[in-house]
């Protein structure tokens, strides 16, 4: 007996999930975000060189992967700051809802708590990375209202680098050390598993969070990073959204099997 309403519990959670898929819906306009290819982010960034890997306002010696004091407790209040223009606003609420449907990571409007994340329209599309503790900016700025820009920022905000950042990318790519703009080198850092963890996931080209072939590029038409599958050149840096691994990465960080496994045993 026990048995079959843990089945029926689990039957009822994932019909939940199928009817929130079906109305996940924009909350602006019939499509605030249709998925149209426009300027990625680090062209939208480019002349920003106070920021760390293109996109990030943080001191890079920090990391919410590894630090479990600066992950975030859910949901995470926020703050649609009047600045952001009417799109913009309807595209990160559309992130919020992809983050909803594929893992534990919710939202909730601020109420004056000391942890926070305020969308707001500065320079450029950055984020920090982790829970400052303390309140936060994630910038959606002009040509930045893209979900999969929100996306991630957001994932940076979580606390996750980017991919080629990873120890064992020279197996999986090539960093074009001459191709790449002038003092702009240290963007193509990569760091030890002390520092980034993979979770125990693939090098991912599919992810979200990959540079684009011509990122930092000085010559306009020439690659700083091609990948050693030569497929895969035309799919890393893609701004669609979220891959497979994206999301496995999210719920292992977050233990987002227990929240579930809590949910089912309510139900």
């Known amino acids: 007996m026990g048995s079959a309403n843990g089945l029926r519990k689990i039957a009822a959670l994932i019909g939940i999930f199928a009817v929130l898929k079906v109305q996940a819906v924009p909350l602006t306009g019939d499509n605030a975000d249709a998925g149209e290819l426009r300027d990625d982010i680090l062209d939208i960034n480019r002349g920003l060189n106070h920021l760390f890997e293109g996109d990030i306002a943080v001191d890079p010696n920090r990391n919410a992967i590894i630090d479990q004091t600066r992950r975030w407790k859910f949901p995470i209040p926020y703050i649609l700051t009047d600045s952001l223009d009417l799109n913009a606003k309807g595209v990160i609420l559309q992130a919020f809802e992809e983050y909803r449907l594929r893992s534990c990571v919710d939202f909730k ?10 969308f707001t329209k500065l320079d450029g599309c950055w984020s920090f990375v982790g829970d400052d503790r303390v309140g936060q900016n994630v910038s959606i700025g002009a040509r930045c209202d893209t979900k999969a820009i929100v996306q991630h920022e957001l994932l940076h905000a979580l606390g996750f680098y980017h991919e080629q950042s990873r120890s064992d990318r020279d ?56 990948t050693s599958i030569p497929y895969f050149n035309e799919i890393i840096g893609q701004r669609l959204d979220f891959s497979a691994v994206d999301i496995t990465r999210i719920n292992r960080m977050y233990d987002c099997g227990k929240s579930l496994l809590k949910y089912i045993l309510k139900v």
């Open 171 to 226: 197996d999986y790519v090539k960093i074009w050390w001459d191709e790449i703009e002038e003092g702009m080198q240290h963007n193509f850092n990569k760091y030890q598993d002390d520092f980034i963890t993979d979770l125990s996931t693939p090098y991912d080209y599919e992810s979200i969070m990959h540079y684009r072939p011509l990122s930092f590029n000085k010559n306009e038409s020439i690659p700083t990073i091609t």
């Open 109 to 118: 409007p601020y109420e004056g708590e000391s942890s926070y994340v305020s």
